[in-house]
């Protein structure tokens, strides 16, 4: 990779800015470096990119934020490990922004988990085990007690939906679905339902477990339209409030 000085200098700072972390994951791409290795020290980089030290340092502090780099204070600077935090905080914030202002982005986020599940649903049928179908009735079984006791059941649900989609056995899959169930829970936390919001153990806990075991007999039998059908109205209580949200907003 060929990187000259005067090419930074012409530039203005945040295209200086863009060009160098541009310019370092290029270099980690082509030196085949993989999540946990090392960098090259900062004074290597510096002298390689042509750049000084403080504008390396910013660069730097922007592939951190972008989970691409992570810094080991007594170390040094390594390829960060495969994680999809940036994006759920970036998510997360633009989500809760977009409940001042209509809730439409909310929306759309809490969309794209409902398509994700629901689309997948099928494949995770034909993969489940029985061991996996065991796992989820207990954390359905979890989330039964639960409700009966008036107490809210968040570790019980996020589980439930892991197990679900962890038979595809696809890691890519479960960092983004983790994403979007963070971002679900900020959102369904803002606007007041189910589960979380339901402290004093209200009919929405009652549903909520309700749906899930319906849910969890349509996986053991292998029904995967119905499903389907079901993680989609799994959803509709809290798409529903937002479109309140937003008519209110």
Same mark, same amino acid.
Request: glycine share 8%; net charge negative.
């Given at each position: 990779?060929?990187?000259? +000085?005067? $090419?930074?200098?012409?530039?203005? &700072?945040?295209?200086?800015? $863009?060009?160098? /972390?541009?310019?370092?994951?290029?270099?980690?791409?082509? $030196?085949? !470096?993989? +999540? @946990?290795? &090392?960098? +090259?020290?900062?004074?290597?980089? /510096?002298?390689?990119? @042509?750049? =000084?030290?403080?504008?390396?340092?910013?660069? %730097?502090?922007?592939?951190?934020?972008? @989970?691409?780099?992570? %810094?080991?204070? =007594?170390? @040094? #600077?390594?390829? &960060?490990?495969?994680?999809?935090?940036?994006?759920?905080?970036?998510?997360?914030?633009? =989500? $809760? #922004?977009? !409940?001042?202002?209509? =809730?439409?982005?909310?929306?759309?986020?809490?969309?794209?988990r409902q398509a994700l599940e629901a689309g997948l649903i099928g494949s995770a049928i034909d993969a489940a085990t029985p061991e996996q179908l065991a796992a989820l009735d207990a954390a359905v079984t979890e989330m039964e007690r639960r409700a009966e006791a008036g107490e809210n059941f968040v570790a019980a649900d996020q589980e439930f939906h892991r197990l679900l989609f962890s038979c595809l056995d696809n890691e890519l899959l479960t960092n983004l679905l983790g994403v979007f169930w963070q971002v679900y829970r900020t959102i369904h936390d803002a606007v007041g339902t189910g589960a979380v919001a339901d402290s004093d153990g209200g009919e929405d806990l009652r549903d909520t477990a309700r749906i899930h075991r319906d849910i969890l007999d349509a996986v053991t039998a292998r029904d995967k339209p119905l499903a389907s059908e079901l993680m989609n109205r799994h959803f509709d209580g809290i798409r529903g409030r937002l479109a309140v949200f937003a008519g209110g907003a």
């Open positions: 990779m060929t990187t000259t +000085p005067t $090419r930074h200098v012409r530039l203005g &700072a945040q295209q200086r800015l $863009r060009a160098l /972390t541009s310019d370092i994951m290029e270099l980690i791409l082509e $030196r085949d !470096l993989l +999540p @946990g290795d &090392a960098l +090259p020290t900062e004074q290597e980089l /510096t002298a390689e990119l @042509g750049v =000084g030290r403080n504008t390396l340092r910013e660069s %730097i502090k922007v592939l951190q934020a972008l @989970g691409v780099v992570e %810094i080991r204070h =007594g170390f @040094g #600077m390594f390829v &960060a490990n495969d994680n999809l935090s940036a994006l759920a905080d970036s998510l997360t914030f633009r =989500g $809760r #922004m977009s !409940l001042q202002h209509k =809730g439409h982005e909310a929306s759309e986020l809490v969309e794209v």
